[in-house]
T-cell receptor, first 114, second 117 residues
């Protein structure tokens, strides 16, 4: 069954600290993996996209990694800021004869406190 | 901000009411989507439209009725809803019908927070 599991469900950190969010997936055939950030009261916004051959991709203080062998991805946030408080959603896309489908994780809720 | 707008932002309705959600995208995309987001659940795809034609109906109850008059506008007509339909309803658009290609994938609107009493 195609699934995306994210951990932890929620996380609280102090401003300035680093954190890592995890995404494990059992999606096949794999096409790509995206991390979205969803601020309260807004829709999700794409942070990074990673394909099968990419191991690491950065977007400012956000760095995503992908291990296609173990089917794991992580999103590392460096020097967190209050504005990083949001829900982070991992989305894996598959592509087969039927077309494309997106498999969403439940998200990790990050709270950054001062 | 993202080029996708949704109205209203909040909606409270009784189970016997009829209401409509509106979505408009200013990005020139050809594909539009309705998603349902409930607490502690993954986003659920409801409907997909590509070039105004519905290409996917993800077993959604008939009390939800989508309408896509053109590639820029998408509606979700609601009638005789149940309390369990209370959720955030997100509209999205994308360049491609799968929403996977391109740097930004899906572009989401801010959502309509729906409460069914």
């Amino acid at each position: 069954k195609n699934q995306v599991e994210q951990s932890p469900q929620s996380l609280i950190i102090l401003e300035g600290k680093n954190c890592t969010l995890q995404c494990n997936y059992t999606v096949s055939p794999f096409s790509n993996l995206r991390w979205y950030k969803q601020d309260t009261g807004r829709g999700p916004v794409s942070l990074t996209i990673m394909t099968f051959s990419e191991n690491t991709k950065s977007n400012g203080r956000y760095t995503a990694t992908l291990d296609a062998d173990t089917k794991q991805s992580s999103l590392h946030i460096t020097a967190s800021q209050l504005s990083d408080s949001a829900s982070y959603i991992c989305v894996v896309s598959l592509y087969n004869q039927a077309g494309t489908a997106l498999i969403f994780g439940k998200g990790t809720t990050l709270s950054v406190s001062s | 901000e993202t080029g996708v707008t949704q109205t209203p932002r909040h909606l409270v309705m009784g189970m016997t009411n009829k209401k409509s959600l509106k979505c408009e995208q200013h990005l020139g995309h050809n594909a539009m989507y309705w998603y349902k987001q409930s607490a502690k659940k993954p986003l659920e795809l409801m409907f997909v439209y590509n070039f105004k034609e519905q290409t996917e109906n993800n077993s959604v109850p008939s009390r939800f009725s989508p309408e896509c008059p053109n590639s820029s506008h998408l509606f979700l007509h609601l009638h005789t809803l149940q309390p369990e339909d209370s959720a955030l309803y997100l509209c999205a658009s994308s360049q491609d019908p799968g929403g996977t290609s391109g740097r930004s994938g899906l572009f989401f609107g801010p959502g309509t927070r729906l409460t069914v009493l």
